[in-house]
């Protein structure tokens, strides 16, 4: 006979991974050990192979879920949600930064041991980013359309999510600014230059005054 699971066995399920990431954030995934990983868990090893077989499966898990999460994100501020796409772009900055502040270990884990899942897993959360790479890219171009040629765009996004993406390294969540207004700091510096890449003839007036200013004076 099949053994039935416990009433809590998915929200144990849930708290044995959250832990873990902790671990695996704190540690490095090379160095924890399904023992370790039990204690930080605060279960018996018996009990964490129950939950899951391996380390690498507590990863992939992980991995998975945090890069499906920051999809669904994605495709509930994208335009057809009837936001507008500069506001679409603020409003997916915006609840980035919100998911971030809950989930600093799960971005370092991602950042970090991607490279120790095996190939197929690896791939699968590396298509999920993919996918969000080219979904917010989009949504810059629909925000400042002919900011730049379809070449530059992918290298815009990755810069604007290398601004949001490492906040985990060195963003206090207590200092003087909060995640809502360092999100809204990004879009502007990201909109307002944008601006600037689709205007290059009003950057070229703006420099030609400013010389002949400096030429008068």
């Known amino acids: 006979m099949a053994r039935t699971r416990a009433a809590d066995y998915d929200t144990?399920?849930?708290?044995?991974?959250?832990?873990?990431?902790?671990?695996?954030?704190?540690?490095?995934?090379?160095a924890a050990s399904m023992a370790m990983l039990a204690q930080a868990c605060g279960v018996s090893k018996a009990t964490l192979y129950h939950y899951y077989p391996s380390k690498q499966a507590l990863l992939f898990e992980a991995l998975d879920r945090y890069t499906k999460r920051l999809l669904s994100i994605l495709a509930a501020t994208q335009p057809p949600g009837?936001?507008?796409?500069?506001?679409?772009?603020?409003?997916?900055?915006?609840?980035?930064?919100?998911?971030?502040?809950?989930?600093?270990?799960?971005?370092?884990?991602?950042?970090?041991?991607?490279?120790?899942?095996?190939?197929?897993?690896?791939?699968?959360?590396?298509?999920?980013?993919?996918?969000?790479?080219?979904?917010?890219?989009?949504?810059?171009?629909?925000?400042?359309?002919?900011?730049?040629?379809?070449?530059?765009?992918?290298?815009?996004?990755?810069?604007?999510?290398?601004?949001?993406?490492?906040?985990?390294?060195?963003?206090?969540?207590?200092?003087?600014?909060?995640?809502?207004?360092?999100?809204d700091l990004a879009a502007d510096l990201w909109l307002e230059g944008l601006h600037g890449l689709a205007n290059p003839s009003t950057i070229a007036h703006e420099d030609s005054h400013e010389q002949s200013v400096r030429i008068q004076g």
Not at 12 to 30: C, H, K, P, W
Not at 151 to 169: D, H, K, P, Q, W
Request: proline share 3%; glycine share 6%; hydrophobic share 50%.
């Open 82 to 183: 009837g936001l507008a796409p500069r506001e679409a772009l603020r409003g997916t900055l915006r609840a980035l930064m919100a998911e971030y502040r809950h989930s600093r270990a799960y971005h370092a884990v991602l950042l970090h041991d991607l490279r120790f899942l095996a190939p197929q897993e690896a791939e699968q959360i590396r298509a999920q980013q993919r996918a969000m790479v080219s979904g917010l890219t989009e949504l810059i171009a629909h925000a400042a359309p002919g900011a730049a040629v379809s070449a530059e765009r992918s290298v815009i996004t990755m810069a604007l999510l290398g601004m949001i993406n490492f906040t985990f390294a060195w963003f206090k969540p207590d200092g003087a600014i909060s995640h809502e207004r360092f999100a």
């Open 12 to 30: 144990q399920r849930d708290r044995i991974l959250s832990r873990a990431v902790e671990a695996f954030a704190q540690t490095g995934y090379a």
